[in-house]
């Protein structure tokens, strides 16, 4: 089993549509990442987040660390929110590599 | 400031050759992390580094990958004796500090003829 696991694989949906993607983990966490891998393969920082909910434009994304559970929200989707989401936890033993999920790609149809 | 750059941001070489990858963190980051994507899977860490040290090299083959991050100039990765199944995309991030942000560089994407 995963020390991250991600669902959906993939997520198809209109635009304007609320997208939810969810993120498990099994591991002791000082925090947890939300990357966003465009088509062209870069990759951007979204959220960086260890507890509680953050907010960026139209994202949002919460962590509940008794459940060890996280999910991302996008409002309002748009055909340009189109990426792999991928979510990566860095470890609470001082070192702060991340492990990352598998990812999850989404696509918005006009 | 300059985001996390990478250079190349394409490399093809040919089994047994060499392969450098460099990456230069942004501008104030003294943290350096390597990861790899191989094609359809996810990214795996490699190698964490900080100035002049190496912190983890726990995902980092034992046998012809090393890494440094001199005091001066860029973090380079360096494969010996390439082979097939070391192509994939490479990618480089940096933090000003530890429990920050990781920005992420474009990646270089090696292909092994």
């Known amino acids: 089993k995963n020390e991250v696991e991600q669902s959906p694989q993939n997520l198809t949906a209109q635009e304007g549509e609320f997208i939810t993607i969810n993120c498990s983990y099994s591991?002791?966490?000082?925090?947890l990442h939300w990357l966003q891998q465009h088509p062209g393969g870069g990759i951007v920082s979204l959220f960086m987040l260890s507890s509680g909910k953050k907010k960026h434009g139209r994202l949002i994304a919460t962590i509940n660390i008794q459940e060890k559970h996280s999910s991302l929200h996008i409002t309002a989707s748009h055909p340009r929110d189109s990426a792999v989401y991928i979510c990566?936890?860095?470890?609470?033993?001082?070192?702060?590599?991340?492990?990352f999920g598998t990812g999850t790609r989404l696509t918005i149809i006009p | 400031n300059a985001g996390v750059m990478q250079n190349p941001r394409h490399l093809v070489r040919r089994r047994g050759q060499e392969a450098r990858l460099r990456c230069s963190p942004m501008?104030?980051?003294?943290?350096v992390y390597w990861y790899r994507q191989l094609p359809e899977e996810g990214l795996k860490f490699m190698v964490y580094l900080q100035k002049e040290n190496i912190i983890d090299e726990s995902g980092m083959p034992k046998e012809r990958f090393s890494a440094e991050f001199p005091k001066e100039g860029p973090s380079i990765l360096r494969i010996q004796q390439v082979v097939r199944g070391d192509s994939a995309a490479y990618f480089c991030a940096s933090s000003p500090l530890r429990q920050e942000t990781q920005y992420f560089g474009p990646g270089t994407r090696l292909l092994v003829l």
């Open positions: 501008k104030g980051h003294s943290h």
């Open positions: 990566a936890v860095s470890s609470n033993f001082g070192n702060e590599k991340l492990t």
């Open positions: 591991v002791g966490i000082s925090a």
